[in-house]
C-alpha cells in the first residue's frame, strides 16, 4: 500500500513556474513507478509524466515536454514534477500516481494549479 500527498500548487501568471511535490509512504514506494497526471475542469484526467524507481525511465506528454521536469528522490520518499513556462491551459488539479506496473494504482488527492494570461 502507498499513500501519496501532493503539495504545492497555486495561482501564477502565464510564464511562471511552478514546483509540485509528492510525499509518498509505504514500504514498496521504492519499487514503484511514480506518474503524474491532471485533469483540467469538462475534460478527462491526462497523463503527464512518469518515472521509474530507479529515475532513468522518464516520459513526458507532448504538451509539457520541455517545460515540466520529473524527478525523484528514494532517500527522502519524495517525488517532484517541476513546471516551467507555464500556460493556461495547463491550469488543471494535478495528481501524483504509483504502482508496480500501472502507475495509475495508487492516487493522491490532487493540488489545484491556475495559470492565468
Known amino acids: 500500500q502507498v499513500q501519496l500527498v501532493e503539495s504545492g500548487g497555486g495561482s501564477v501568471q502565464a510564464g511562471d513556474s511552478l514546483r509540485l511535490s509528492c510525499a509518498a509512504s509505504g514500504r514498496t514506494f521504492l519499487s514503484y513507478t511514480i506518474g503524474w497526471f491532471r485533469q483540467a475542469p469538462g475534460k478527462e484526467r491526462e497523463f503527464v509524466a512518469t518515472i521509474d524507481w530507479r529515475g532513468v525511465s522518464i516520459s513526458y506528454a507532448d504538451s509539457v515536454k520541455g517545460r515540466f521536469t520529473i524527478s525523484r528522490d528514494n532517500a527522502k520518499n519524495m517525488v517532484y514534477l517541476q513546471m516551467n513556462s507555464l500556460k493556461p491551459e495547463d491550469t488543471a488539479v494535478y495528481y501524483c500516481?504509483?504502482?508496480?506496473?500501472?502507475?495509475?494504482?495508487?492516487w493522491g488527492q490532487g493540488t489545484q494549479v491556475t495559470v492565468s494570461s
Open positions: 500516481t504509483a504502482g508496480a506496473r500501472d502507475p495509475r494504482d495508487y
